[in-house]
């Protein structure tokens, strides 16, 4: 199993980000696949998950700015994040929840988005 | 709200070491703890799950332990490839995960 993230590396504010994870080798039906991101210098944050239309989680403190969705179809689901600013600047993760839903057996490797004008 | 605090933030070792890297959660958690190791501009990977598993492929000479709010990474034997940073993180409030800071072992 693979998962890539893609999609612009600067985004102005008050505008929407937008990435895509593309996920490769596996199927996608049955697992929770989610978005983190790690602005520079500062922990890592789960932002949001899906499994499918009914199955779909926010962290309180972005919920929000956020949507996340699922394409199965295309083997990929994204990330929306509206009103961006300097404060979203981060390295974005995409990632499989294990099968016991409480750790993150694949990951990609992260995609720089820059906040600025 | 849980916060996980990891220490040291660096530890510095010669290959062959142990390493012994600890992560105290503020409150008691459940066993779902986990630990990653990521080095710069590659995918995080998942090294244990609930507390003491060894994911996939892993090594034998990583190992986790713990309960409560402390919880340990241990590395028996440092190779040249375990240099990297490892960050712990726990599921405490569905659907919440919560990372720690993160330790890094460089060479001694």
């Known amino acids: 199993e693979q998962v890539q993230e893609s999609g612009p590396g600067l985004v102005k504010p008050s505008e929407t980000l937008s990435l895509t994870c593309t996920v490769s080798g596996g199927s996608m039906s049955g697992y929770y696949w989610n978005w983190l991101r790690q602005p520079p210098g500062k922990e890592l944050e789960w932002i949001a998950n899906?499994?499918?239309?009914?199955?779909?989680n926010y962290n309180p403190s972005l919920k929000s700015r956020v949507t996340i969705s699922l394409d199965t179809s295309k083997n990929h689901f994204s990330l929306k994040l509206s009103s961006v600013t300097a404060a979203d600047t981060a390295v974005y993760y995409c990632a499989r929840e294990g099968s016991a839903y409480n750790y993150f057996d694949f990951w990609g490797q992260g995609t720089l988005v820059t906040v600025s004008s | 709200d849980i916060v996980l605090t990891q220490s040291p933030a660096t530890l510095s070792l010669s290959p062959g070491e142990r390493a012994t890297l600890s992560c105290r959660a503020s409150?008691?958690?459940?066993?779902?703890f986990s630990w990653y190791q990521h080095k710069p501009g590659q995918a995080p990977r998942l090294l244990i799950y609930d507390t003491s598993k060894r994911a996939t492929g892993i090594p034998a000479r990583f190992s986790g332990s713990g309960s409560g709010t402390d919880f340990t990474l241990t590395i028996s034997s440092l190779e040249p490839e375990d240099f990297a940073v490892y960050y712990c993180q726990h599921r405490s409030n569905w659907p919440l995960f919560t990372f720690g800071p993160g330790t890094k072992v460089d060479i001694k």
């Open positions: 899906v499994r499918d239309s009914e199955n779909v």
């Open positions: 409150q008691s958690v459940s066993r779902y």
